[in-house]
């Protein structure tokens, strides 16, 4: 993770407002969709991409890949779990 030395408070309501540096770089819109996401102690904002979560871990991330014209999308994790579960199958 990059920092960009930029702090903004938050106001009475919980708002932050995102410097519009940012949201060009970003390609993030008026109206657009954030999601948000916790990690330990971090927030983080990405911007709402549909379609691009994991059907096994519900992971949104560039790197998923989608398959199935569409229908299926995995993400690397997803891709283990997915291949362990069908190798456990198939020796059945």
């Known amino acids: ?19 519009i540096e940012l949201r060009r770089t970003l ?5 657009d969709s954030i999601e948000i996401f916790t990690d330990e102690n971090q ?25 199935a014209n569409g229908k299926i999308i995995l993400s690397p994790e997803g891709i283990q779990r997915l291949t362990e579960e069908l190798h456990h199958v198939i020796k059945q």
């Open 1 to 19: 993770m990059k920092s960009t030395g930029i702090v903004r408070k938050v106001d009475e309501l919980g708002r932050i407002v995102l410097p």
């Open 27 to 31: 390609d993030i819109n008026i109206k």
């Open 43 to 67: 927030i983080i904002l990405q911007k709402y991409m549909p379609g691009k979560a994991c059907i096994i871990t519900g992971e949104v991330s560039n790197n998923n890949i989608t398959l």
